[in-house]
């Protein structure tokens, strides 16, 4: 049967989503992989050369994805937080009491910090070395992750002096730097320790 212009137009449709999809698919792969690197070589040490070599593609082939090493540095902590953000916003949706629903993002945020291929490694790695610019710029992704903590915050019923702000410092403090005292093998879980967290940020906090 002759092919109509209508069929012929859906094929070509569905080839460019295809198309689409595939490039998005290997976007994700090199942020993954790039990630992987930046935390074990660092962000001054990893060259583009070594990216290529990473995700398996040519040093032009490169740059159809990305446009350079700063940008993909401030790409893969800008899709990791959002990534973060998403999965822990997905966490709290089911529950309505403001002490259960930052319990759960505080163990769900540190399933992610703990993940051993979680791609906010390189968050955590040698931050204060890089271009000033970059860093900039990832502290604006940072703070605009942050507010999610802070929204949960807020609906506590803290003590009036307690300040809100320094609570959340303290407490993302203690969740982020989880891969330095966290032991994989040790009496408590995870989930356990992000429970007990809360349960001393909770004494005497309340009103």
């Known amino acids: ?8 137009n859906t094929q070509n449709s569905q080839k460019g989503t295809s198309r689409r999809e595939k490039s998005n698919q290997k976007q994700i792969d090199i942020l993954k992989k790039s990630a992987n ?27 159809y994805y990305i446009e350079s090493k700063e940008k993909l540095f401030v790409q893969i902590n800008v899709y990791a937080l959002s990534s973060a953000k998403e999965r822990i916003e997905i966490a709290i949706s089911e529950f309505d009491d403001p002490w259960s629903r ?22 955590m790695k040698d931050f204060h070395t ?20 802070s929204n949960l915050i807020n609906e506590l019923n803290l003590s009036d002096n307690i300040d809100k702000n320094i609570y959340r410092i303290f407490l993302l403090t203690i969740l982020n730097s989880a891969s330095n005292w966290f032991k994989y093998n040790g009496r408590l879980s995870i989930e356990e320790i992000g429970k007990q967290v809360l349960e001393i940020f909770r004494f005497k906090c309340e009103t």
């Open 37 to 63: 690197l930046f935390a074990s070589d660092g962000y001054h040490a990893t060259s583009m050369r070594k990216i290529a070599e990473c995700v398996g593609l040519s040093g032009g082939s490169l740059y």
């Open 1 to 8: 049967m002759p092919a109509t212009k209508q069929n012929l």
């Open 102 to 123: 930052l319990e759960v993002a505080c163990v769900e945020l540190l399933k992610i910090q703990l993940d051993p291929d979680s791609i906010t490694m390189p968050l």
């Open 130 to 149: 890089i271009p000033n610019e970059l860093r900039q710029k990832i502290i604006k992704s940072r703070d605009e992750f942050e507010v999610i903590f």
